[in-house]
């Protein structure tokens, strides 16, 4: 694995008596596409902008390329940032902004021409640069705001959840312009969004975070298809939360049923929560199933019908390809690798998990 | 039926600008291009030429800009000062620099009279440090002060509008471009607030370039601006035809000094002032 490039060392921050991070450690890999992810307020933004230089954590450092950078300031990082209003300068060219940076930096005219050009091809907008700011879209802007950044070469680009003003398929199309980008440059990304989509489909490694709190580290495989707790499984997908009590190893009883696991060492009759992803249900004739119940709802998705089943007073979401009648009345089973066991949180704001990924 | 009715509502103001702007402005021709019998004559315009009507017009355009210099110099790090302020009561400190417009502005130029006079406050205090009483009124530069002081606020005004339109965002991405304080304020700031200088501009030069209150008040008749002379003619002397002949030349050096401005004003931020 490649080395260490930034590393945040037990940072705190509050505002007044709002904390929003604590004791927030965290690193980034060389060439690694990292996303912060969390709802609003989790601390994401905040742990961005600590990085990016516009705050000053109250205690901790931060570490970049083996330097104590904590109270440099924003112009003296060697990174830089795409906002999420793509902050373009209103009273410049789209050139002039490309530039921006490059003249601060008394590069020669020939080499700021020629890194213009080149950056106006990578994003696709060859020819725009007389053009002026308000004559371009949103999803031209956000191009533009990340050719202004990528110029400068940072070792690290830092996004602000730079997609969040952009509608579906414009975003859809940007998350692989990003992918293609961050193969083509070779640097650092760590992005910063509340949609797990995003997280998902161009992510090395995905950090959700919750209240100030790291939530889990991991792939995106990892954090989908092993979420460490309930609020994870809960943020990333849909998926069926249940209080259910560890019996003893490899068996975990929910609604009353005994089921068959494939985890161990929770001890024995401790209570957890189970969690079971909707794709992962199966719907069977009735006497096949663990339990059985009836479909109080039918909705199509396209890709797939997302289902109500009402069983013992739970009410579980299926997802499934094949049509069903409401008030039908099916059995459902679920394999034992596709049953994620986890310790319930000892209180709302501890559900901070130490993983190493 | 629509569309007439719809032009019926601009009837209103067409009898305003009729009123209150044309015929008034077409007397004032009227009497600047006539002789008291009536007859055509360029005579009035060409009073300018008369060296007390030159020397009026030249020491008003002189304090004139002083004024606005000295009124842009205060504003600017003044507005920007106040545009940064991050706290809840950020409108109140900008309400209490505007809160001297609302008070007469006869009563505020007054005052100062009496602060400066020979007999006023600060001279009682020069006198008793031992600086005697100093001249402080009845001289050009007491104009100027009294102009700065009535006219700061219509510089602080859109100059701070134009800098609270600036988001912040902008600020943070010059800095994470590598920009310091100084490129920041040169190269994003400056830019940002031409239009709001230029309306600042406009708002103070014209009012003072026209004033005879102040100097009225605080040059003590020593201090003879066009605006005096002008006011003279029509109090006074009572040559109304003399007194519009001037105003209708003042108003051809505000047309210029608009249009010369406007030449800087790429975004048309000052238009609304026209």
């Given at each position: 694995m490649s080395k260490k490039l930034i590393s945040f060392i037990d940072i705190t921050k509050s505002y007044g008596d709002n904390i929003v991070l604590d004791e927030l450690n965290l690193y980034v890999r060389e060439n690694e596409f990292i996303t912060l992810l969390g709802p609003s307020g989790c601390g994401k933004t905040t742990t961005l902008r600590i990085l990016g230089g516009f705050e000053t954590p109250d205690h901790g450092r931060v570490i970049f390329d083996g330097k104590d950078i904590t109270c440099l300031p924003p112009n003296e990082r060697n990174l830089n940032t795409v906002f999420q209003k793509y902050a373009l300068f209103p009273h410049m060219s789209i050139a002039e902004n490309i530039a921006f940076g490059l003249k601060i930096k008394k590069k020669s005219r020939d080499y700021i021409e020629d890194k213009i050009r080149y950056a106006l091809k990578l994003v696709n907008l060859e020819g725009f640069g007389d053009r002026s700011v308000d004559s371009l879209s949103g999803g031209q802007q956000q191009r533009i705001a990340i050719a202004r950044a990528i110029v400068n070469e940072p070792k690290v680009l830092l996004l602000d959840e730079p997609l969040g003003a952009l509608d579906l398929k414009l975003r859809q199309d940007m998350q692989y312009e990003l992918i293609r980008l961050k193969n083509e440059l070779g640097i650092t990304f760590v992005y910063v969004t509340h949609d797990q989509e995003e997280a998902l489909t161009m992510s090395d490694t995905i950090v959700v975070m919750n209240q100030g709190y790291i939530q889990q580290i991991g792939t995106p495989e990892m954090i989908y298809n092993e979420p460490v707790n309930a609020f994870v499984a809960d943020f990333i997908g849909d998926s069926n939360i249940l209080d259910g009590i560890m019996v003893q190893d490899r068996v975990v009883s929910v609604l009353g049923v005994k089921l068959p696991c494939v985890d161990e060492g929770f001890g024995s009759n401790r209570p957890v929560d189970v969690v079971i992803r909707p794709e992962d249900v199966e719907i069977v004739a009735p006497e096949d199933g663990f339990m059985e119940g009836d479909i109080t709802s039918v909705i199509f998705k396209g890709v797939h019908y997302e289902l109500d089943i009402l069983v013992n007073g739970y009410e579980w979401l299926v997802h499934t390809t094949q049509l069903y009648a409401v008030g039908q009345h099916v059995g459902i089973r679920v394999i034992p690798f596709n049953i994620q066991i986890m310790n319930k949180p000892e209180s709302e704001d501890e559900e901070a998990v130490e993983i190493d990924a | 039926m629509r569309r007439l009715m719809r032009q019926l509502l601009a009837g209103p103001y067409l009898v305003w600008i009729a009123g209150f702007i044309i015929l008034p402005v077409g007397v004032i021709l009227y009497y600047a291009f006539t002789?008291?019998?009536?007859a055509f004559t360029f005579a009035h315009i060409a009073a300018i030429a008369d060296p007390v009507h030159v020397k009026s017009i030249l020491l008003s355009l002189k304090l004139g800009l002083s004024c606005t210099v000295v009124c842009l110099l205060l504003a600017y790090p003044l507005a920007m000062i106040l545009s940064s302020f991050r706290f809840r009561h950020q409108s109140f400190v900008v309400f209490l620099f505007i809160l001297?417009?609302?008070?007469?502005f006869m009563l505020r130029i007054l005052s100062w009279r009496l602060i400066l006079a020979n007999s006023g406050i600060i001279n009682a205090l020069l006198v008793r440090l031992g600086f005697g009483p100093v001249k402080l009124l009845n001289t050009p530069a007491t104009v100027v002060f009294g102009m700065v002081y009535d006219f700061l606020p219509f510089m602080i005004l859109p100059i701070y509008n134009s800098m609270t339109r600036i988001k912040d965002d902008i600020i943070e991405a010059a800095r994470d471009l590598g920009a310091g304080n100084l490129t920041i304020l040169a190269k994003i700031i400056f830019p940002l607030t031409v239009s709001g200088i230029i309306s600042g501009i406009i708002m103070v030069f014209v009012p003072a370039l026209t004033s005879f209150v102040i100097s009225d008040l605080l040059?003590?008749?020593?201090?003879?601006?066009i605006g005096n002379v002008i006011e003279q003619e029509f109090m006074q002397g009572t040559n109304w035809n003399l007194g519009s002949g001037l105003s209708v030349v003042l108003m051809i050096f505000v047309i210029a000094s608009m249009a010369v401005m406007n030449i800087f004003d790429k975004d048309g931020g000052g238009a609304a002032v026209w």
């Amino acid at each position: 694995m490649s080395k260490k490039l930034i590393s945040f060392i037990d940072i705190t921050k509050s505002y007044g008596d709002n904390i929003v991070l604590d004791e927030l450690n965290l690193y980034v890999r060389e060439n690694e596409f990292i996303t912060l992810l969390g709802p609003s307020g989790c601390g994401k933004t905040t742990t961005l902008r600590i990085l990016g230089g516009f705050e000053t954590p109250d205690h901790g450092r931060v570490i970049f390329d083996g330097k104590d950078i904590t109270c440099l300031p924003p112009n003296e990082r060697n990174l830089n940032t795409v906002f999420q209003k793509y902050a373009l300068f209103p009273h410049m060219s789209i050139a002039e902004n490309i530039a921006f940076g490059l003249k601060i930096k008394k590069k020669s005219r020939d080499y700021i021409e020629d890194k213009i050009r080149y950056a106006l091809k990578l994003v696709n907008l060859e020819g725009f640069g007389d053009r002026s700011v308000d004559s371009l879209s949103g999803g031209q802007q956000q191009r533009i705001a990340i050719a202004r950044a990528i110029v400068n070469e940072p070792k690290v680009l830092l996004l602000d959840e730079p997609l969040g003003a952009l509608d579906l398929k414009l975003r859809q199309d940007m998350q692989y312009e990003l992918i293609r980008l961050k193969n083509e440059l070779g640097i650092t990304f760590v992005y910063v969004t509340h949609d797990q989509e995003e997280a998902l489909t161009m992510s090395d490694t995905i950090v959700v975070m919750n209240q100030g709190y790291i939530q889990q580290i991991g792939t995106p495989e990892m954090i989908y298809n092993e979420p460490v707790n309930a609020f994870v499984a809960d943020f990333i997908g849909d998926s069926n939360i249940l209080d259910g009590i560890m019996v003893q190893d490899r068996v975990v009883s929910v609604l009353g049923v005994k089921l068959p696991c494939v985890d161990e060492g929770f001890g024995s009759n401790r209570p957890v929560d189970v969690v079971i992803r909707p794709e992962d249900v199966e719907i069977v004739a009735p006497e096949d199933g663990f339990m059985e119940g009836d479909i109080t709802s039918v909705i199509f998705k396209g890709v797939h019908y997302e289902l109500d089943i009402l069983v013992n007073g739970y009410e579980w979401l299926v997802h499934t390809t094949q049509l069903y009648a409401v008030g039908q009345h099916v059995g459902i089973r679920v394999i034992p690798f596709n049953i994620q066991i986890m310790n319930k949180p000892e209180s709302e704001d501890e559900e901070a998990v130490e993983i190493d990924a | 039926m629509r569309r007439l009715m719809r032009q019926l509502l601009a009837g209103p103001y067409l009898v305003w600008i009729a009123g209150f702007i044309i015929l008034p402005v077409g007397v004032i021709l009227y009497y600047a291009f006539t002789t008291a019998d009536g007859a055509f004559t360029f005579a009035h315009i060409a009073a300018i030429a008369d060296p007390v009507h030159v020397k009026s017009i030249l020491l008003s355009l002189k304090l004139g800009l002083s004024c606005t210099v000295v009124c842009l110099l205060l504003a600017y790090p003044l507005a920007m000062i106040l545009s940064s302020f991050r706290f809840r009561h950020q409108s109140f400190v900008v309400f209490l620099f505007i809160l001297p417009m609302w008070m007469n502005f006869m009563l505020r130029i007054l005052s100062w009279r009496l602060i400066l006079a020979n007999s006023g406050i600060i001279n009682a205090l020069l006198v008793r440090l031992g600086f005697g009483p100093v001249k402080l009124l009845n001289t050009p530069a007491t104009v100027v002060f009294g102009m700065v002081y009535d006219f700061l606020p219509f510089m602080i005004l859109p100059i701070y509008n134009s800098m609270t339109r600036i988001k912040d965002d902008i600020i943070e991405a010059a800095r994470d471009l590598g920009a310091g304080n100084l490129t920041i304020l040169a190269k994003i700031i400056f830019p940002l607030t031409v239009s709001g200088i230029i309306s600042g501009i406009i708002m103070v030069f014209v009012p003072a370039l026209t004033s005879f209150v102040i100097s009225d008040l605080l040059g003590g008749g020593k201090v003879l601006l066009i605006g005096n002379v002008i006011e003279q003619e029509f109090m006074q002397g009572t040559n109304w035809n003399l007194g519009s002949g001037l105003s209708v030349v003042l108003m051809i050096f505000v047309i210029a000094s608009m249009a010369v401005m406007n030449i800087f004003d790429k975004d048309g931020g000052g238009a609304a002032v026209w």
